[in-house]
């Protein structure tokens, strides 16, 4: 019998605003005719891509994200995920053209605002046709595949103890401080609202695999955390900008309720811990003249955190949704971020908004992409 696939390698795309996602399948070697098959140059790339987790100077392979015994199309296979700056496509091309794959006949499945303004690049470089996926379809469909395939994807944060087992809610601090992960069901999922933090912010309602649509956004996103970062804290990496937010702290930068009050704003019920004015300490020189690099970077991150968080609460409860799950790069290496919009989906609720996350972060879109090859 002869069975048909589309030629390998098989890769799907997302060359998004800051990074390119690259999700690369390698089928498994399962018997001494299927490795034969394999040309010269299938299995440098194949090799070059598994043994290495760092690519020129800025790619990197996430290697604790590897999913093995994945089947697309019939084959069994582990799934790699690779991301560098969509400032180095060109390099990346390059690369790509020295490891030999312009000599393979190709299309890749491609998505991201880089798929269409690339494009030509592509063919030029290494003679590749991209064929072009929307988005926010790939962004659903590698959501529901990743979590369909492994069981420990989705989770939330939440205190070690159930909430009616403690007397009143902590403060902002020492609720943060007890947070920890813990895993959370996912095969249920309908109707959930899906918040994509990535350059910008997309909101999706899904109410089932293909029915969804854009609610809302807002382009104060990843991409504004780190603009702002580089501005004020003189950051030169997302890395830097979230480890000097980890050890600053925002309230010598934002007014709280209690600097305008003294204490709680009781008749509303706004305790005085919580910002009432993001970076209004700062239009006193005498604050500004001691801020540290680590505050205002902490500052910038709660920031942009509430304002994502309090536009996707708002989504949630006009749409009568209950579970927001958060997705993008934006929270990668960020704990805190994830631990922010959880308490602020709870509090803000009383409880009855549940924020969910997903251990692949920013690769839904690619892998999106990737399943074109199981149609
Ligand atoms: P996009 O598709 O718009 O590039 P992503 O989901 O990849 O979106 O998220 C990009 C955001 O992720 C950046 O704006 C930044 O906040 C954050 N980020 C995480 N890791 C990095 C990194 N290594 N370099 C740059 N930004 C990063």
């Given at each position: ?15 998004g605003g800051t ?94 605002g ?81 918040v994509n933090i990535g350059s910008g912010v997309s909101m ?10 854009r609610v809302s956004g807002t382009s104060l996103g990843g991409g504004t955390f780190l603009g702002l ?71 910038t991150?709660?920031t942009i955190t509430?304002n994502i968080?309090s536009i996707a609460?708002?989504c ?12 993008g790069?934006f ?45």
């Open positions: 019998t002869y069975l048909y696939f589309p030629a390998m390698p098989w890769f799907g795309m997302d060359i990074l390119t996602k690259l999700v690369y399948f390698e089928p498994r070697e399962n018997n001494r005719r299927e490795l034969d098959k394999e040309t010269e140059i299938l299995k440098n790339i194949r090799r070059y891509l598994t043994r290495n987790s760092a690519y020129g100077k800025t790619g990197r392979r996430d290697g604790h994200l590897q999913m093995d015994n994945v089947t697309i199309r019939g084959r069994r296979g582990t799934l790699h995920f690779i991301r560098f700056p969509t400032s180095e496509v060109g390099a990346f091309l390059q690369l790509a053209r020295s490891k030999g794959m312009a000599a393979l006949v190709n299309t890749i499945y491609a998505t991201g880089g798929a269409y303004k690339f494009e030509e690049d592509f063919i030029k470089e290494v003679n590749m046709r991209l064929s072009k996926l929307d988005e926010l379809d790939a962004l659903i469909a590698g959501v529901l595949f990743v979590d369909a395939m492994n069981p420990q994807e989705c989770y939330y944060w939440a205190p070690p103890l159930p909430p009616h087992e403690v007397d009143s809610p902590p403060y902002l601090e020492a609720a943060l401080s007890q947070y920890v992960r813990k895993p959370f069901d996912f095969s249920n999922p309908y109707p959930f609202l899906l999706l309602v899904v109410n089932a695999p293909n029915d969804y649509y970062c580089c501005l004020l804290a003189g950051c030169s990496s997302f890395e830097e900008a979230i480890a000097l937010a980890a050890s600053g702290d925002n309230t010598t930068v934002d007014k709280l309720v209690r600097d305008i009050y003294g204490g709680d704003y009781e008749r509303f019920g706004l305790r005085g811990d919580l910002v009432a004015s993001s970076f209004g300490h700062m239009c006193s020189s005498e604050r500004r003249a001691k801020v540290s690099r680590e505050d205002l970077a902490r500052a991150l709660v509430n968080g609460r708002l949630a409860s006009n749409e009568r949704l209950e579970r927001v799950v958060f997705c790069n929270l990668r290496v960020n704990p805190l971020s994830m631990k922010l919009l959880s308490y602020a989906m709870s509090y803000w609720s009383r409880g009855a908004l549940k924020a969910l996350f997903l251990e692949h972060e920013g690769y839904f879109g690619a892998v999106g992409c990737l399943l074109r090859y199981d149609l």
